[in-house]
């Protein structure tokens, strides 16, 4: 089943990063931004169903990014989590342009895989900016929402309300900018509506999953203090 299946690849998806910041601290969250921006890119030309919505499968993926800074900014503070986002932009920019050029060159053979490749990577003007301008809008507004929760609700015990509050609002913003980008006059409003309900309650799942993993890392590499 999809849903059993989503809720397996969430946790494996959430353990692996916990895993890569065990290993190599805060560079290791930094390969994972730039990675997980360019999966998630990759991943949302699927679109699957599940818990009865239709929704795209980059959504796990995307929510470790929001994990991701909100360690950088719980342990090293709003600066490094800053760092991260832009990393994760410039990444993104990246591989937009360049499989954007590799989609133009003239295959003689294997058409096949020039067609899977224009499948997935041949993305119209809205929807590459939706994604870009979704981004770096809503991760910036994760750090500045969480670095403002962290001085109201200071402590350990509080870390679920800096973690959830900072992501479900900024996946709220996220969803809201990209569907507004990508679909807004493409398809009937109520329509773009169920789109924009739906990509958010996927995503706010993903946030509230993503709680107990941020106090695991939090136990991490102690020795690391916050800007």
């Keep these: 089943m999809n849903e059993i299946l989503w809720i397996v690849f969430a946790l494996i998806n959430f353990s692996m990063l916990t895993l890569i910041y ?8 930094f390969v994972w931004i730039g990675m997980a921006t360019v999966v998630a890119n990759i991943q949302v030309t699927k679109t699957i169903e599940m818990f009865g919505l239709t929704a795209t499968l980059g959504n796990i993926i995307y929510g470790t990014v929001f994990l991701a800074t909100d360690i950088l900014n719980e342990k090293y503070g709003k600066e490094e989590a800053k760092k991260a986002v832009w990393l994760g932009f410039f990444t993104l920019i990246s591989m937009t342009v360049m499989m954007q050029i590799a989609v133009k060159w003239f295959t003689p053979v294997g058409t096949e895989v020039q067609t899977a490749l224009e499948t997935i990577f041949g993305l119209l003007p809205r929807v590459a900016a939706g994604s870009l301008v979704a981004y770096i809008v809503s991760q910036y507004v994760d750090v500045f929402i969480y670095s403002k929760l962290k001085s109201m609700f200071a402590g350990d015990r509080l870390l ?18 990209f569907t507004l980008i990508a679909f807004l006059g493409e398809v009937p409003t109520n329509v773009w509506f169920e789109i924009f309900i739906t990509t958010y309650v996927i995503k706010f799942i993903v946030a509230a999953l993503d709680t107990p993993f941020l106090y695991l890392a939090k136990r991490f590499n102690k020795t690391s203090t916050p800007s």
């Design 22 to 29: 065990k290993g190599f601290g805060r560079q290791g969250l």
């Design 160 to 177: 679920w309300v800096r973690n959830n509050g900072s992501t479900m609002i900024s996946q709220l913003l996220d969803s809201f900018v």
